[in-house]
């Protein structure tokens, strides 16, 4: 019996165009959601060809198959466990030797696979050829030149899979050096009788290379094995002196070389590309930084031009639907609570479309080109003290946007100690919604050099927490190892598909947990109590803030949605000329309150999904603390200076 | 060893092969599955100021390396 459901996985590097050719395969039939139990993206999707249901599962974009983060090893186990029809490993072809390293990995664990040389049409500018015929013999594994961005040879790539599948052909690992050979021999004799659902041979090599889980594995079964292992890595070490991991890992490496020096032929010396130029100038230890600082401020400058525009227009728009509602169904109980249900709602599109679209297209816009490595590069000397690497800059600039896909980026940092710090910064970022507050209070009303201090408030804020969190949490940090991607023309289709699904993730999170925030507090504010929970902030809001009882309501407020601080203040006080009812000290410290005292809910839900309950509650609390101490301090010193 | 090098010490341009890595087992094996072993030809070709990463090439890639990590890396210039 055929079989008609094909499960197959895409498995490649970081920047190889591997969601690329996902999002070509799968198209919108895509489903993006968490490994069960990590938080790690896992994104499935399934497509008809030739009679066949093809499952595709894209593994996240990793270097090694070796113990190092959570990716890696829910990749490994997914290939070797699942055991999923075929394997289709996307490498880049202008980098064949990295990936190839990569590639020898996947073939350990002796699936069958195909291998999908992506970015061919690359090799000619950069004067290199690739003999693939040489190559396919070598590995013993069909292979497919694609150009993915055009959908240039992906069906040719399911033609070559599915061919295995028919002739049931196997993959075969490729044979290390005669030493490494015969330990592994050696090893995999030992495991023979033992049952394993891991390949053995794949085992023995882990074993030589002593991965941890391996080992631990190993030795539940039969301790001795562990012992064999251990003096084979000790022969290995006496005649390489290294360890046996890296031995292990220069076999592997002396393996590629070798075979690039086999297909890879340069056919035109290299020229200094256009690319390479551009990336002299940005990446210039002097001249980068400021180069990033015009980048990012002109980025920054159209989202929030572009943002006061729409929503403006959004605003016309719905401007009036309030009084329609509750002149068709009355201004009841129900009426008034279901309208807010709508209100939170339409809340969301008032700020994903206006600020949060434009800021993800214009990010992924960035990333595709090749420039935020470049910025997490340039960044890192800041970032490592602050306590994190490079990487988190990025994080930390998508805060600027909205909290919530800031917290979810996290994901980019390696340990769970390095996310949780990252994630914690983030959210003293100010999301599109504060700027808002910071831009209509205090730039409008007590001027911009005001409104600018309050960012460097944010930076020195960043800077300070980072240095206290990072000393406060045990465990060491880890070091920047990252890949320069070269500079490539970005991709508008790849893009709109990243902003989409980063959109409706940001959705997802967020919708609910707003919209039934909206309904309860419309239900306190029916009940009539929300001037009394205004009095019973008053110690804290008037008496050591110094700003009128009123602010107590909008604090409430704020924490389903920051803008609507501004927004229900302009409505309490029935006023937007907040001059007249605001002294500047006043603005100032309602500003510096809304930066930093609590995550909204969205954010807060997205903690909860990332960290769990009990750090998403630390992390608010702190932040109410430390703004309500914060911007007393600055309300005080301010009101004997001024 | 006396005189011994590492990557931090490399000039802009200059070529040199790796003798020895002296990170933890973790950071070492990240580098081996990068490809950076011993007996690998490398070039440095950009440092960054204020002790921020220098990036190398290593077999026809760019990585970027922390300042702390590339401290550990021993070289040889050749």
Redesign the interface.
């Known amino acids: 019996m055929m079989k008609k459901t094909l499960n197959i996985v895409l498995a490649g590097q970081a920047n190889v165009g591997k969601s690329v050719i996902f999002n070509y395969l799968t198209g919108l039939h895509q489903h993006i959601g968490n490994w069960p139990g990590k938080t790690v993206g896992k994104a499935e999707g399934t497509l008809h060809y030739k009679g066949y249901t093809i499952d595709v599962l894209d593994l996240p974009g990793i ?2 198959l ?1 113990t ?1 983060s959570l990716e890696e090893i829910i990749s490994r186990d997914f290939i070797a466990l699942q055991k999923p029809d075929f394997v289709v490993n996307v490498l880049d072809a202008t ?4 990936n190839l ?2 590639t020898l990995q996947l073939l350990e664990l002796e699936r069958p696979m195909v291998l999908c040389l992506n970015m061919f049409n690359l090799l000619k500018e950069k004067g290199i050829e690739v003999d693939i015929e040489e190559l396919q013999k070598t590995l013993g594994i069909p292979i497919v030149p694609t150009i993915a961005i055009q959908g240039k040879g992906i069906t040719k790539v399911l033609d070559e899979g599915i061919e295995l599948i028919e002739k049931k052909k196997t993959t075969k690992p490729l044979e290390y050096g005669k030493e490494v050979e015969e330990k592994i021999n050696q090893l995999t004799k030992v495991l023979t009788d033992i049952d394993f659902a891991y390949p053995k041979r794949w085992l023995a090599i882990k074993l030589l ?2 991965d941890k889980i391996v080992e631990k594995l190993c030795a539940e079964k039969n301790p001795q094995i562990l012992e064999k292992a251990r003096d084979l890595c000790l022969e290995l070490e006496k005649i390489h002196g ?2 046996s ?2 031995v292990v ?2 076999e592997r ?1 002396h393996l ?2 070798k075979i690039i020096r086999r297909v890879i032929k340069v056919v035109r010396p290299r020229q200094i590309s256009f690319a390479e130029k551009l990336d002299f100038i940005t ?1 210039h ?2 001249w ?1 930084y400021p180069v990033m600082v015009a980048i990012l401020g002109l980025m920054f400058l159209v989202i929030f031009n572009f943002g006061n525009w729409s929503s403006s227009q959004l605003g016309k728009i719905i401007f009036g639907w309030q009084a329609k509602w509750e002149s068709a169904f009355g201004a009841s109980v129900w009426s008034s609570l279901s309208w807010s249900a709508i209100q939170s709602a339409l809340a969301l599109v008032e700020i994903a479309l206006p600020y949060i679209i434009p800021f993800y297209f214009l990010l992924f816009l960035l990333e595709d080109w090749g420039y935020l ?1 470049r910025v ?3 960044m ?3 970032m ?1 003290k602050v306590g994190v ?2 990487k988190a800059s990025i994080c930390l600039m998508l805060g600027f946007g909205c909290n919530v896909p800031a917290c979810l980026s996290c994901r980019i940092m390696e340990t769970q100690r390095e996310r949780l710090i990252t994630g914690f910064l983030a959210t003293f970022i100010p999301c599109s919604a504060v700027t808002v507050i910071i831009l209509g209070l205090v730039g409008k009303y007590v001027g911009m050099a005001w409104a600018f201090g309050l960012y460097l408030l944010v930076i020195l804020t960043v800077f300070v927490l980072g240095k206290l969190t990072t000393t406060v949490l045990p465990g060491e940090p880890t ?6 991607p070269d500079y490539k023309t970005p991709n508008l289709k790849t893009i709109i598909f990243q902003t989409f699904f980063r959109l409706k993730e940001f959705i997802f999170i967020a919708g609910p947990l707003v919209i039934i925030s909206g309904i309860l507090i419309r239900g306190v504010y029916l009940l009539g109590w929300l001037s009394k929970l205004a009095n019973l902030l008053s110690p804290i809001t008037v008496k050591w803030l110094g700003l009128p009882a009123i602010c107590g309501v909008l604090l409430i407020f704020g924490i389903l949605r920051k803008e609507l601080i501004l927004v229900m203040l302009a409505s309490l006080l029935g006023t937007t000329k907040f001059f007249e009812v605001l002294t500047p000290v006043q603005m100032i410290t309602l500003s510096v309150v809304s930066m930093f005292y609590i995550p909204c809910v969205a954010t807060i839900a997205t903690l909860r999904r990332e960290f769990g309950w009990q750090k998403a509650l630390t992390i608010s609390l702190v932040k109410i603390l430390f703004a309500i101490t914060l911007a007393g301090l600055i309300s005080k010193l301010l009101s004997t200076t001024l | 060893m006396k005189n011994e090098l590492t990557l931090v010490n490399l000039k802009e341009g200059e070529n040199a092969e790796i003798t ?2 002296c990170a933890g ?11 950076l ?4 030809k490398i070039k440095v070709l ?8 220098i ?1 190398i090439e ?12 590339a401290s550990k890396v021993l070289v040889k210039l050749v």
């Open positions: 270097y090694s070796t190092y980098h064949l030797e990295r390293l990569f290379e002593k290294h360890d991991s890296i890992a220069d490496c590629c070389s990446s230890r002097i980068g490595a997490a590069c340039l890192d000397s800041f490592h690497h490079g070091e920047l190892i990252m890949e320069m | 020895n890595i087992w973790m950071a070492t094996k990240r580098l081996a599955d990068l490809g072993t011993p007996k690998t950009r440092k960054t100021v204020m002790q921020g990463p990036e290593v077999r026809g890639t760019r990585l970027a390396l922390g300042r702390g990590l």
